[in-house]
């Protein structure tokens, strides 16, 4: 007989698929979820020749199609970034399960036994581009979440996407697990990312990563909540007491280490007491590191090597090795700058002064506020979450790195023993 066409399955079947799936998920053991996250990380290990090639395959599309530098660097994956991704999933599965982790609870005087307990959302939907790390990552949390998972990745990275999603669904079915708890859309192109977004009912939470001008049009255009991760307009405010060689280091390592991610310094704001003394050995190790500086006009002054910076700079995201620099006259208006063009993700104060340490703190409103440390730790895998969904920068479900607990809800258990209410 001769073969019979069998139809790809339309957007729906997938996300009815994920439904089913979630059920599944819902009610596996932590036993069954590690074991599929262990095979996972094999995997990932294993099987560098499949995935390297698809990876460089992206990056030369990217190339040719003037993919950024720092967009470039997002998508890049090599035998080490490989091991990284297989390590952090195998820190997630170490994690303890958040699932029917008991939140809070107590006993009615007439005798009811409430408890407020952990449960997965169900389906989550991820729309994110250029950055393959991103889809074992998230596939990681929300697997041992009891979460199943449809992603959109993005035509950047659409072949390195694919052979890692087959390598997780294989993964998935030979520890028993459905295979369409994690799946891909990107075959859908940009109308896939569309009915991702108006598909109330199927998928319980969208979460975006990438541009801002992407995670804006999530916001706008969804019909499915969403926890709305930001774009990172990082501040370093360096006070009148700070120290040289700690002001050196970190705010070199906050913008060199790894330029092309949000965590990223973008925003250097130096206290006028200080900049003489410190402003210029600070932007030296920058230029060392072939930073561009991009200077107001007191910068300009002390570091002629800098460029002079337009208004455009104080709210841009370069995700490169740029980065803008003002001088202030008070830890007020560095406070004030910070309010006007922060985007809320990451700021650092690097000081001496307690009193001054407090004042940021208590009064800089950003989902990470940081005294004397670099801007880079802000970070699941370094908060020890082993990975991260993403940055939220919402103060609505959830704020600052996600990991495990941010991708639960809650309901609430109640037991009686014949109870009525009068």
């Keep these: 007989m001769p073969d019979i066409a069998v139809a790809a399955p339309s957007l729906t079947d997938k996300l009815k698929a994920a439904r089913v799936a979630s059920r599944i ?17 094999a ?21 040719e199609n003037g993919l950024s530098e720092g967009l470039q660097d997002r998508l890049r994956l090599d035998a080490a970034r490989l091991g990284g991704l297989a390590d952090a999933v195998e820190q997630i599965a170490a994690l303890v399960d958040p699932v029917g982790e008991a939140v809070r609870g107590k006993t009615l005087p007439n005798g009811l036994q409430i408890s407020q307990v952990r449960v ?35 035509s950047a ?8 999603v087959t390598l997780i669904q294989e993964a998935l079915t030979a520890t028993g697990l459905p295979a369409e708890a994690v799946q891909t859309i990107d075959e859908f192109g940009r109308d896939g990312a569309t009915q991702l977004m108006q598909a109330r009912g199927y998928v319980d939470v969208l979460i975006p990563r990438g541009s801002a001008n992407l995670i804006d049009a999530v916001v706008r255009e969804s ?24 002001a050196v280091d970190i705010v070199r390592n906050a913008k060199v280490q790894r330029p092309s991610v949000c965590n990223a310094v973008e925003t250097v704001l130096v206290h006028a007491g200080a900049a003489e003394r410190l402003l210029p050995e600070v932007l030296q190790a920058l230029r060392e590191s072939a930073v561009t500086v991009h200077g107001d006009d007191a910068t300009l002054r002390l570091f002629p090597d800098a460029v002079a910076a337009t208004e455009d700079d104080w ?9 803008s620099v003002k001088v202030v006259d008070s830890l007020d208006e560095a406070i004030q700058h910070i309010r006007r063009y922060s985007t809320g993700h990451t700021e650092s104060i690097i000081t001496n002064d307690l009193a001054n340490s407090d004042r940021f703190l208590a009064e800089i409103d950003s989902a990470v506020v940081m005294v004397n440390a670099s801007t880079r730790f802000t970070d699941g895998g370094e908060f020890g979450f082993g990975a991260e969904v993403g940055i939220s920068t919402q103060k609505l479900h959830a704020r600052g790195p996600m990991g495990l607990g941010e991708l639960t809800s809650t309901k609430w258990v109640v037991r009686g023993s014949g109870q009525v209410r009068g």
């Design 120 to 154: 997965p959302f169900g389906v989550l939907g991820v729309i994110y581009e250029a950055r393959p790390n991103v889809t074992i990552d998230i596939a990681a949390l929300a697997l041992k979440s009891g979460n199943a998972v449809v992603l959109r990745g993005g």
């Design 223 to 246: 019909k499915v909540p969403v926890i709305e991760t930001g774009a990172g307009v990082v501040h370093i405010y360096i006070d009148e007491s700070a120290n040289k060689e700690w």
């Design 43 to 63: 995997a990932v290990r294993e099987n560098a020749e499949r995935i390297i090639p698809a990876n460089e395959l992206d990056l030369a599309n990217g190339r």
């Design 25 to 41: 998920l819902a009610g596996s053991t932590t036993a069954q979820k590690n074991a599929a996250l262990h095979a996972i990380a």
């Design 157 to 164: 990275a659409e072949n390195t996407n694919r052979v890692l």
């Design 315 to 323: 709210s841009t995201e370069y995700m490169s090795l740029d980065v």
